[in-house]
């Protein structure tokens, strides 16, 4: 798990999304309170719940991006899911279950790629006595092998091609994927897996490919497959995050409770996992007991409350998130690692075209979708899409055969391509 601070979490999130302090802040304590946990002694360890969230807010204001960034700063089992995608037991549909079968496969790939990285040296080792072998067939003399070690080490070697036994799975019969029964058909995949050997052939390969190749393979016979999942399992148990998108499509107004049979059955189903219960998957059974759940839905149309009480108390934690205005538009279009205005400048660069974008350009664009969104639909920062693309249309098409020009972005340019769709409101509505 990582080690970092709740300030440390803050900072890197400040660096890709701006404002929402209160949701960064409440994310950053429940990620630090996972490594808190594991500090306690053992009798105490089991009684510490986590406390799940709920992050309420318009679309566009940085919820998800919130989930995506805090996945890369997690050293932990992390996944995203939607919440629109399960239905409830006896519909067509992915079941609640699944989100924690997929949170356990992906914390399989972590570590497998970890203990793989603890024995690379070992298996470059074996890897280069074996591809030599390749280079040099039979009983080569120890003087030429050693020259060919430092031929490839120096990378001499790369474009030349050798024959490699690559060994696949054969599948003798295809299993159709049953929505909602995705882990039937992967036990079916094993077991055919188990009774059919893996059928080996040769395929030729250049020297880097084959080197590759043969790492891999050398890793894979030195990393224990039962170690893995084990620790897999220990590590989903103990610090898996599941992220939980678009969980006010599950809640159900009074208006609309008897037209959607679905959405409270998911909320029932979707209870006993959230609270704590034992999901069955491949790799034994997984306890959800100290999973950290953080759910957010904009809340448009219905509110927390209109989820069933249960449900409710198990995400005692909300932090709402603020819907963003001109100076929060500046401010995205200026100062995140990954801003728009960066994007496109690097974009253009490749084809010679230099772009820069003036400050009162970029006032003018965030003043004009704080405008677009007051009158239509608020999506919030993704309006800056749209606005952005419709400016610099033009030059990103007429780039290839212009390279060497330079395009400032000023107030003129600005108000002269939004002019058309600012002066009808309709336009906006299919354009923006």
Not at 166 to 189: A, D, F, H, N, T
């Given at each position: 798990m990582s080690e970092l601070t709740p300030r440390q979490i803050v900072a890197e999130l400040d660096k890709y999304i701006v404002g929402q302090e209160q949701a960064k802040r409440m994310v950053a304590v429940a990620v630090r309170n996972r490594w808190r946990r594991q500090r306690l002694p053992v009798e105490l360890r089991d009684e510490v719940a986590p406390r799940n969230i709920i992050m309420m807010g318009p679309t566009g204001v940085g919820k998800t991006e919130i989930a995506r960034r805090l996945a890369k700063l997690c050293q932990a089992p992390f996944i995203k899911v939607e919440a629109t995608k399960y239905t409830e037991v006896g519909y067509v549909g992915r079941d609640v279950e699944s989100m924690i079968r997929d949170l356990m496969d992906i914390s399989v790939n972590l570590v497998r790629a970890e203990e793989a990285e603890a024995v690379r040296s070992r298996a470059e080792a074996a890897a280069e006595e074996r591809l030599l072998d390749l280079l040099l067939p039979g009983d080569g003399r120890e003087g030429t092998r050693e020259k060919l070690r430092g031929l490839f080490r120096q990378g001499h070697?790369?474009?030349?091609?050798?024959?490699?036994?690559?060994?696949?799975?054969?599948?003798?019969?295809?299993?159709?994927?049953?929505?909602?029964?995705?882990?039937?058909?992967?036990?079916?995949?094993?077991?055919?897996?188990?009774?059919?050997p893996k059928r080996a052939h040769r395929r030729k390969m250049k020297v880097g490919a084959a080197w590759r190749h043969l790492v891999d393979d050398e890793a894979s016979k030195l990393v224990d497959e039962d170690k893995i999942a084990d620790l897999a399992r220990e590590r989903v148990e103990q610090m898996g995050i599941v992220f939980i998108d678009e969980l006010d499509k599950l809640a159900s107004t009074a208006s609309s409770r008897s037209a959607d049979i679905s959405r409270e059955g998911v909320q029932r189903d979707l209870l006993p996992v959230v609270e704590g219960s034992s999901v069955n998957t491949k790799y034994g059974m997984v306890s959800t007991d100290h999973i950290l759940f953080i759910a957010a839905g904009a809340f448009h149309l219905s509110k927390p409350s209109d989820l069933i009480p249960e449900l409710q108390g198990r995400f005692p934690l909300r932090a709402e998130l603020e819907a963003l205005g001109r100076d929060e538009f500046y401010r995205i279009l200026t100062e995140p690692h990954n801003a728009l205005t960066r994007q496109y400048e690097a974009l253009l660069a490749t084809e010679g075209v230099r772009v820069e974008f003036a400050d009162d350009g970029l006032r003018e664009i965030a003043a004009f979708a704080e405008e677009v969104n007051a009158r239509t639909e608020n999506i919030g920062a993704r309006r800056l899409h749209t606005i952005m693309e419709k400016i610099l249309a033009d030059?990103?098409?007429?780039?290839?055969?212009?390279?060497?020009?330079?395009?400032?972005?000023?107030?003129?340019?600005?108000?002269?391509?939004?002019?058309?769709?600012?002066?009808?409101?309709?336009?906006?509505?299919?354009i923006l």
């Open positions: 070697l790369d474009d030349r091609e050798v024959e490699v036994e690559v060994k696949e799975q054969s599948q003798p019969i295809g299993i159709m994927s049953i929505p909602g029964m995705e882990q039937l058909g992967g036990q079916m995949r094993d077991a055919f897996g188990k009774l059919f030059i990103s098409f007429d780039a290839p055969d212009t390279p060497g020009a330079t395009l400032v972005v000023d107030r003129e340019l600005v108000r002269s391509h939004l002019a058309d769709v600012a002066a009808d409101v309709e336009m906006s509505r299919f």
